[in-house]
């Protein structure tokens, strides 16, 4: 069961589609951007010993500088 009405559907849709494309995909980005930051910040939290990095790495689940590799310079 909803608890929005089809015409309240009807009218954020059309707002939504009201919208340039491109500004569409800024806010997108935007509300990415900051729900990143607020992930980084709660880990902050939870993890103070841990560099970006590896708070990053850990959101991600996957590491992004190969331990053989991080004490090498280009």
């Known amino acids: 069961m909803r608890d929005?009405?089809?015409?309240a559907i009807a009218v954020?849709?059309?707002t939504?589609?009201?919208?340039?494309p491109v500004d569409r995909l800024r806010q997108a980005l935007a509300h990415s951007?900051?729900?990143r930051d607020l992930a980084l910040a709660r880990m902050r939290i939870r993890y103070p010993?841990?560099?970006?990095?590896e708070?990053?790495?850990l959101l991600l689940g996957q590491t992004l500088i190969r331990k053989d590799h991080a004490?090498?310079?280009?």
């Open 33 to 35: 951007e900051a729900m």
């Open 71 to 74: 004490s090498e310079t280009p």
């Open 55 to 57: 708070l990053v790495e």
């Open 12 to 14: 954020v849709r059309a």
């Open 49 to 53: 010993n841990r560099s970006t990095l």
């Open 16 to 20: 939504v589609r009201a919208v340039d």
């Open 4 to 7: 929005t009405s089809t015409e």
